[in-house]
């Protein structure tokens, strides 16, 4: 076992004596791996091929190099029949280890028969299209390919499991039943295998013994050349064989056989071995093409693995970059507010403030942001406060509402003069919209925050009046503050709460009025309406 950072022998202690490596954990699952190789091992012993293979196949996703593993797993499936996996298991095994490797023999003992290779290529064929008339409901066609694929490799588990299941489709279930006690006898813990028999059991109610049943051999008494031997009663009559002379016809007549039998053996011997060996060389060769192409294709898939590994990096490296580009523009952004500050044009730095965002920032740029978002805090108030009033005088009341709610927004902790004012033109813009259930929780609010203000009274009378009352700890959203008021008599918004009411004559008192233009001093009614005798 070498180091897995420097290639270093290991020794019995716990780092490596090269690079100085802690392999704890490496000798930890190569102990692991071992430990599933015996367990395969044992399984396979006790022709548990099913469970043999998944031991081995969990103890080479521990230790892929684990050579004894991967030969033993290519030896279960040969022992079930599956010719194609054992090669590639031990391709791959050989290319891990060229020398003193038990899959050079292996490979050898598979490669030196090419009348056995030509069978397995045979037999995989026409599994294949078995399966493909099985899917056609071509059962017929594919019961006779099955059988021709176990006559010619009667350890292949798939293709008895295959031909018993159209068999007990077919409801003949004997014949299912000694085509699986076959398979038993190649792989005896096959799930499968076992499921099948079970459910011919319980449709025949007749159980199945898997015990082996050996024969008797019996010897047959090789004949006396020469002689005849038989029985006549109780005694034995030997009679010798009869000799005749060959007369000249007799003597042409052999010879003439002997000819002709001199011609067949030249014909049925020697031109099959001169075709067997032309057969043999070519077998060799895609042979050898076949491992090399495993070969490389082995090579192809790791570099493979490697450039999609090369893509993840960069891909990685590309999203830091982009993160660090962003970082870097607000923090940019950010001095540029700080030096638009600094100037003195806070209208604009409230503007550019409005647009950052603060969890962008840390440490020492945290620091700065929350300070410059307190100084221009009234700066942003004051300028969407005045677009919102604006807006709502020339009745563009989606303007009104989105402003106001900028400004009110801008002021959490709600230290600005014209805070009261702000929200009592937000509940009117949503009213005159027709949006009453947030006009109802702004007011609501309006109620509860300033409750000595001008509008606590007529904001508590409208909430009323819009089936919503103050109550309870009012929160950050509205919602948290509305209830229903059933039977509640109030004025409706529309009319003016209060003492001062509009009179018949057209003279108007400080109560009525709503709203005064922040630009020309010019006051407004809660309808937007302009009160008269200001001109």
Sequence with gaps: MRCIYCNTPLSGIDYCTGC?????IQKRIVRISNLLYNEGLEKARVRDMEGAISCLKRSLKFNKENIDARNLLGLCYMETGEVVSALCEWVISK??????????????????NKNRLDVINQTIRKYNQSVVYCREDNEDMAIIQLKKVI?????????????????????????????????????????TTLRYLQEIED???????LEKRHRRLVKEEEPVSGTLRYMSGTEMVIQPTTFRDSSTIATFINIILGMLLGGAVVWFLIVPANRQTVNDAANQIVTDA?????????????????????????????QERDDANTKAQNYDDLLAVASTYISGDESSAASMVSELDGEQFEGNAQALYTALNGAVQTSLFTQAYNAGTQAYAAGDYATAVTQLKKAIDSDPERTQKNHPDAMWYLAYAYYNQGDQTNAGKVFVKLAKYFPGSQYASQAQTYAASLGSTVSGDTGDQPEADVQDLSGVNATSPDQTAGDGTQQGDGTWDESDVAWIDPNTGIKYDVNGNELPGQR
């Design 20 to 24: 100085g490596a802690d392999i704890t």
């Design 151 to 191: 006559s010619q490799n009667p350890k292949f588990v798939k293709a008895y499991q295959l031909l018993a299941l159209l068999y007990m489709k077919r409801q003949e279930y004997e014949r299912a039943r000694k085509l699986l006690k076959k398979a038993v006898r190649v792989d005896m813990t096959n799930t």
């Design 95 to 112: 290319n891990m280890k060229s020398k003193d490797n038990l899959a050079d023999h292996y490979i050898d003992l598979l490669q030196s």
């Design 290 to 318: 076949n491992t090399k192409l495993a070969s490389e294709s082995a090579k192809v898939q790791e570099l493979q693995d490697e450039i999609e590994g090369y893509q993840k990096q960069v891909e990685a490296a590309n």
């Design 203 to 209: 449709v025949t109610g007749k159980g199945t013994s």
